[in-house]
């Protein structure tokens, strides 16, 4: 069987390659920092979620020693059959009291979190409306769920407000948003989402993961942002992005919705617990978070920096809110170009094109992170006109 199996999927892979499509890894030889060394090369790194700079913190590294020594390297079980740690239910109060929610579970991913919160919640008497530029465990999760699907434009909220209409003689609604997208770097308009599900009696459920840690003036995500602690539902978000880049993921908010994902949710009743020095590291994480907020500071002090460069130097940038800075190309072929030549500076961005964003939409996404110093915002600006004046001749 797998002679003709393997010369399918040659040929398919052979196809992707040829479109174009074919995604390579680069291989990093140093911890993930502002600074990393690939092929023995240092290389300045403006494509990881590392906004905070806290992938290699030596607190968090320190925290994560201590929490395997105290409490060993894994969990070796599911929660529900051999129970959890101390530390598990430690982090979970943490991450309520960052986010002012009721409750907190946690999952291996927040692809898990999205990919197990809406089934054991809703069905087929239900609707989720879901913006349509939402992350793809949103739409596993809702794929996997009975509930009815409404699909809004992304941020637009005419259309919400038609679909919450469509919506109205369902049982129960749920409008579903990623707090920041990542390909423009806007923040979802949770004021005008928050009041439309007012006013159509709907729930809302926001997924901090590109905001939380960065958005809001210290951190605590959108709903920080729009002065709406609290009134959310639904949180999902990420240990693996701004909170320190490891792994782990989290549903919070109603006391009741926890409750009822820790009796039915799937990748939590049927996936490992995360491990004590990961757990341990995401206590200290947090005491971080509310000891100061100096890393939100310069986060946004960097990404205003950059983007307010950028644009006197004449580069098309999309207005942002958050880490991430489109840097507008339009032309695929040219932005592909673009990074290409950037690695060769020594900057590390991702070109972007379709179907990934819109046809001749194509742009390079530039992360901000807290690591940065003002030389290294420098230097990719540099870079980003030398680029430009080898390819536009200008
Ligand atoms: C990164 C991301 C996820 C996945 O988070 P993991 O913890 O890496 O699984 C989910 N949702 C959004 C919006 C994300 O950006």
Avoid: W
């Avoid at 999927?9 to 890894?25: F, M, R, S």
Wanted: proline share 2%; hydrophobic share 40%; with cysteine.
């Amino acid at each position: 069987m797998y002679d003709k199996f393997q010369a399918y999927l040659q040929k398919e892979l052979a196809d992707i390659e040829a479109a174009g499509l074919y995604k390579n890894e680069r291989i990093i030889e140093s911890a993930q920092g502002a600074e990393i060394l690939v092929k023995g090369k240092k290389c300045l790194n403006f494509c990881a979620n590392n906004y905070l700079g806290l992938a290699d913190n030596p607190e968090l590294i320190e925290a994560a020693k201590a929490g395997m020594d105290a409490r060993g390297y894994g969990m070796a079980s599911v929660r529900f059959i051999c129970g959890c740690q101390d530390l598990h239910k430690q982090l979970e109060k943490k991450i309520s009291d960052f986010f002012g929610t009721e409750d907190t579970i946690l999952y291996a991913a927040c692809f898990d979190a999205n990919g197990g919160v809406f089934e054991p919640l809703l069905t087929a008497d239900d609707a989720i409306i879901s913006d349509a530029l939402n992350h793809a465990s949103i739409i596993d999760g809702v794929r996997l769920c009975k509930a009815q699907r409404f699909r809004y434009k992304n941020a637009d909220m005419a259309d919400l407000e038609e679909q919450l209409k469509a919506a109205q003689n369902c049982r129960f609604r749920l409008v579903v948003t990623d707090g920041v997208f990542s390909m423009d770097g806007n923040v979802c308009p949770l004021d005008k989402i928050y009041e439309l599900a007012q006013k159509y009696d709907a729930m809302v459920m926001v997924d901090e993961s590109h905001s939380a840690g960065v958005v809001g003036k210290t951190g605590r995500g959108v709903t920080e942002r729009y002065n709406l602690r609290g009134q959310v539902e639904i949180l999902t978000g990420t240990l693996g992005k701004a909170f320190g880049g490891a792994m782990g993921g989290f549903t919070t908010g109603r006391k009741e919705i926890i409750d009822m994902l820790r009796q039915r949710s799937r990748p939590y009743l049927f996936s490992n617990s995360m491990a004590p020095g990961l757990v341990a590291a995401g206590i200290r994480m947090f005491e971080l978070m509310e000891e100061s907020s100096a890393l939100q500071d310069k986060l946004h002090a960097n990404t205003d920096y950059f983007l307010r460069r950028m644009k006197e130097e004449g580069f098309d940038c999309k207005p942002s809110e958050s880490a991430i800075c489109a840097v507008m190309i339009y032309d695929a072929a040219k932005s592909q170009k673009y990074a290409a030549k950037m690695q060769e500076e020594g900057i590390f961005v991702t070109g972007f094109y379709y179907p990934v964003v819109p046809k001749d939409q194509a742009r390079i996404r530039v992360q901000v992170s807290a690591a940065h110093e003002k030389e290294h915002l420098d230097k990719c600006i540099e870079a980003f006109k030398k680029v430009r004046a080898e390819i536009e001749g200008k």
